[in-house]
T-cell receptor, first 115, second 119 residues
Framework: NAGVTQTPKFQVLKTGQSMTLQCAQDMNHNSMYWYRQDPGMGLRLIYYSASEGTTDKGEVPNGYNVSRLNKREFSLRLESAAPSQTSVYFC??????????????FGDGTRLSIL | AQKITQTQPGMFVQEKEAVTLDCTYDTSDPSYGLFWYKQPSSGEMIFLIYQGSYDQQNATEGRYSLNFQKARKSANLVISASQLGDSAMYFCAMREVIQGGGSQGNLIFGKGTKLSVKP
């Protein structure tokens, strides 16, 4: 049971470098999400994708771009990394129904440090 | 705007005792869902339990139960018979139910409570 797979698990970047965080889910979910987790802040939504071909901004989208490559994959890109983007990044997916009671399933996270 | 408040940054409980983790929420929508997640030191987010705003009964999942008081806008997690493996961060989250499509009813998280179980 792979569930939600994120790569890489750890990454160190220099300020100004770019990189893409990868996420793939094998649960046939329509919706996918990217969160960041900072100490004492809980999880905050960066971007989400309601379905293949659509993406929308969340609470903290500045400095990030996303691509919903297909139903399985949702990537997060940092074009010019900044120290403020040092964080743990989580990808999640969920099914969507009219009651909206389906839990989001999370990957194991990517720990990203920007020097 | 929707908001989740967890007022206990950290808590201790003796092994085999019960513990309650507090969560209050603020929303003007009549339809919403409340979720609890566990984050052990290894870092993954584990879904524990769900409560819908229209559910008549408190949710239960094994040793986890939810004390849902709608009028007070609280959804406290109760863990019975605590185990050493329950030591972790616990997050309360809320999701809006959006009728007719549009937003996916994204989760709003509280800042979490760190639970430590003492042997």
């Amino acid at each position: 049971n792979a569930g939600v797979t994120q790569t890489p698990k750890f990454q160190v970047l220099k300020t100004g470098q770019s990189m893409t965080l990868q996420c793939a889910q094998d649960m046939n979910h329509n919706s996918m999400y990217w969160y960041r987790q900072d100490p004492g802040m809980g999880l905050r939504l960066i971007y989400y994708s309601a379905s293949e071909g659509t993406t929308d901004k969340g609470e903290v989208p500045n400095g990030y771009n996303v691509s919903r490559l297909n139903k399985r994959e949702f990537s997060l890109r940092l074009e010019s990394a900044a120290p403020s983007q040092t964080s743990v990044y989580f990808c999640a997916s969920s099914e969507y129904d009219s009651l909206n009671n389906q839990p989001q399933h999370f990957g194991d996270g990517t720990r990203l440090s920007i020097l | 705007a929707q908001k989740i408040t967890q007022t206990q940054p950290g808590m201790f409980v003796q092994e085999k005792e019960a513990v309650t983790l507090d969560c209050t929420y603020d929303t003007s929508d009549p339809s919403y869902g409340l979720f609890w997640y566990k984050q052990p030191s290894s870092g993954e987010m584990i879904f524990l339990i769900y409560q819908g705003s229209y559910d008549q009964q408190n949710a239960t999942e094994g040793r986890y139960s939810l004390n849902f008081q709608k009028a007070r806008k609280s959804a406290n997690l109760v863990i019975s018979a605590s185990q050493l493996g329950d030591s972790a961060m616990y997050f309360c989250a809320m999701r809006e139910v959006i009728q007719g499509g549009g937003s996916q009813g994204n989760l709003i998280f509280g800042k979490g409570t760190k639970l430590s179980v003492k042997p």
